[in-house]
């Protein structure tokens, strides 16, 4: 049976196959390592169809790249419950999901990787954080918390401190849920902003002379 050539009609799946079937290859391979002709004989698809849907392979990189951060920071079931509960469900995601993924394989390999993976962490993690927290203080709570998780990413996993490295994932959990907890803390009101709107008593007029 001959692979289809040229414009796909009418199937949907192809074009997951190839983005699974080179995320696979760019792992076990590296970016260099890994050629277009492999990736579309892995997938079971002609290599056109990889130019037609991404373009390139480097292309192709960037979507395997994002797919993978959105893996290895999946937050829904982190932003479903209490928000007195966040630090430890974010925590158990995080560590949950970078125990069991090859990204951090993957990112080390090419600074691509790294810049995508910072993209996604500022612009998607930070923002769906503080839209969960709510309030005029969510942007800089949520600008903590993603500084811990940050941290955590990559000193655990994608350049890795020995002594963090060496820890079980329950002992990281439990090392940093305090700090992870007080940059997730509502902040304290300024005494600025508790007066703001209060009027000074008005001072007496100075007495006249004569």
Known sequence: MNKLRGRPRGNPPTKDLITEAARGLFLRHGYRGTTVRAIAAEAGVDSALISYHFGSKQGLFGVV????????LALG??????????????????????????????????????????????QEVLARIA???????????ATAAVTVIGGLIFTRYLNPLPTLARLSSADVRRILAPTLHAALRPRPRSRSHLHHGLRRPARPAPAGRG
């Open 65 to 72: 790249t994002q797919v993978q951060c959105a893996r290895s």
């Open 131 to 141: 839209e969960y927290l709510g309030g005029p203080d969510a942007t800089d709570r």
């Open 77 to 122: 079931p982190a932003l479903a419950g209490d928000p007195e509960g966040l630090p430890d469900r974010l925590l158990q995601a995080v560590t949950d999901l970078w125990d069991d993924t090859g990204f951090n394989r993957l990112a080390v390999q090419n600074e691509d990787v790294m810049r995508v993976f910072r993209e996604y962490l500022d």
